[in-house]
């Protein structure tokens, strides 16, 4: 979930899929505040195995917005990001088919503003010559900086910049030089890892996960840390 341009946006695809994920966002949160914005991802499914595989099909896509409307109790979705990729990462291709699908639905008014997810460079500017864009979510955290310049372009377009794996996901951030900066701030680890995505650009909307209320306080408070120029050079070594 993050606050930030003075709405709450909060991610709907959980680890548990996105029916059960979007019930809890129903049962926890409708009737929803003015200044919530729901973002949905579409395009991949979960399996039995717990994996992700891509459906991406026009009817799946159109599908799984039916289900999120129906699941959300919403009669048009804020945002609707186009998963891309797999777990591997962003994949190279066209993404032009699926992307005009959720066009037409977007057209049709059960959409109000696209996204994508999992995607390149050059997918993010393909669908932009397709329909205007409002964020990108992709992976990318104090350790992977691979969409460094991405991140700099969306910015200067006013597009959002999503990343997920903030704190590192599966494999949580570790370094010598965060534990250093956090001890001289007296904060966390993880609350300077994202206090230094806050930094790092003003279009980047946090969404960490956690299953703790603890480990959420924490993270809130990383939104309040002030780094200074010599922390931020010191954490930028980290994915250099
Ligand atoms: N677009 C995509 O393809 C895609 C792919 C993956 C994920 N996502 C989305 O990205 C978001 C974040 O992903 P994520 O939750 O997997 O990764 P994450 O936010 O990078 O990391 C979550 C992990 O960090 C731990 N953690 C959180 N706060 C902590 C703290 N203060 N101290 C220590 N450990 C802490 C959590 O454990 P505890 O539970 O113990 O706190 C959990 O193991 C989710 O909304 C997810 O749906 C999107």
Redesign the pocket.
């Known amino acids: 979930m993050a606050a930030r341009l003075g709405t709450t946006h909060v ?1 709907t ?3 548990y899929g996105p029916r059960v994920t979007n019930q809890l966002i129903r049962e926890a949160l409708h009737p929803y505040a003015a200044s919530l914005r729901i973002v949905t ?1 579409v395009g ?1 499914v979960r399996d039995q195995q717990g994996g ?1 595989p891509p459906a991406r099909q026009p009817e799946d896509l159109r599908r799984a917005v039916h289900e999120n409307l129906e699941d959300l109790g919403l009669a048009s979705l804020d945002v609707v ?1 186009l ?1 891309l ?1 797999n777990a591997q990462g962003p994949q190279p291709g066209s993404l032009a088919e699926p992307f005009e699908a959720l066009v037409e639905l977007q057209q049709q008014g059960l959409i109000r503003h696209l996204g994508v ?2 995607a390149t460079a050059e997918q993010v500017a393909e669908a932009q010559t397709i329909a205007p864009i409002v964020c990108v ?3 990318y ?1 104090l350790a992977h900086r691979q969409d460094d310049e991405l991140i700099d372009d969306l910015a200067d377009q006013g597009i959002a910049y999503v990343p ?7 494999s ?2 570790q370094s010598t030089a965060l534990s250093v900066v956090a001890a001289r701030l007296d904060a ?4 300077v890892a994202l206090a230094w995505l806050l930094r790092r650009s003003r279009n980047i909307l946090l ?6 209320v ?3 306080r ?2 809130v408070v990383g939104a309040g840390l002030t780094l200074s120029d010599e922390d931020l050079a010191e954490l930028d070594k980290i994915g250099r």
């Open positions: 991610d695809a959980g680890a991802k991949a992700w990001d998963r990729g997810s999992n979510q992709n992976m955290n997920f794996f903030p704190l590192g996901g599966f949580p951030l966390t680890p993880m609350s969404i960490p996960g956690t299953s703790s603890a480990h959420l924490e993270n």
